[in-house]
């Protein structure tokens, strides 16, 4: 694999009359110290796919197989973030046991899911 990811960089490089690795600038780390910070960004995340288009519901949310939220949530259906999604860090966040975590997790979701409804709830569809 070593060849062909350098020989499709050496290519894509001199395509486009760049240097570096091809995705050296892509990905961003941040710390988050700040519990409400963390909350949103857990929300932003997993309501992505909603406000992208690629589904129309929180209940189609848990089907998708490119979010981690169907894992998040128990949906053992769309367990595809078992392999590397850990679910009580983000949980906790939540509530003290799993089942009030999740209820309170999905009321916080809701408030921030885009449309009409949302004006009234109150919720974000960016991220602070």
């Known amino acids: ?3 062909v990811n350098s020989g499709y960089a050496q290519y894509y490089n001199k395509k486009y009359k760049r240097r570096g690795y091809l995705f050296q600038d892509r990905f961003k780390s941040t710390l988050c110290q ?3 910070y963390a909350e949103e960004l857990i929300r932003y995340i997993h309501l992505n796919p909603l406000r992208a288009g690629k589904v129309k519901s929180l209940d189609q949310l848990k089907t998708f197989a490119w979010c981690g939220h169907g894992f998040l949530i128990g949906d053992v259906k769309n367990a595809y ?3 590397f999604q850990n679910r009580e860090e983000p949980l906790r966040r939540f509530g003290e046991n799993e089942t009030d975590a999740i209820k309170a997790y999905l009321q ?3 408030q921030g ?3 009409e409804d949302n004006k009234k709830a109150g919720g974000l569809t960016q991220p602070v």
């Open 34 to 36: 700040d519990q409400d």
């Open 81 to 83: 973030g078992e392999q």
């Open 113 to 115: 899911c885009p449309g």
């Open 108 to 110: 916080y979701l809701a």
């Open 1 to 3: 694999m070593r060849p």
